[in-house]
């Protein structure tokens, strides 16, 4: 007997493994239905109501506040990031610069900046 499975085994797998998949987009299909279905529910009546109260919210103020606030620190921490990451490249580019002579000294280069970036004069 070969290592392959038997042609009767073969089709009982292709059948269950097809029983598995149809269950998970029924699943799947049913969970995005009533998903809808619950949403259909609010449309137009209820959510005026639901925004108007948002909306006179007494401690509005705070949450724009607070999500002005994560706004910026996101911000800030891209920037900080960014830079953190830059000045890395930097600080490892002659180690880099050095592997790569050794393993060809004919290679040529790509004119990246120190930090990484694109050479200004390529843009």
């Known amino acids: 007997m070969s290592a392959e499975k038997p042609l009767s085994f073969q089709i009982v797998d292709r059948v269950a493994r097809l029983l598995e998949l149809s269950v998970k987009a029924i699943v799947v299909a049913l969970i995005f239905k009533w998903g809808f279905d619950s949403l259909a529910q609010f449309a137009g009546r209820d959510s005026s109501i639901f925004l108007s109260a948002l909306l006179d919210f007494p401690m509005k103020e705070t949450f724009c506040t607070l999500s002005i606030s994560i706004g910026i620190s996101g911000v800030v921490y891209g920037r900080v990031n960014a830079k953190l990451r830059y000045s890395k490249v930097e600080d490892m580019q002659g180690h880099i610069k050095s592997l ?23 843009k």
């Open 100 to 122: 790569e002579v050794q393993l060809d000294a004919n290679r040529t280069s790509s004119n990246l900046t120190p930090k990484g970036q694109t050479n200004p004069e390529d």
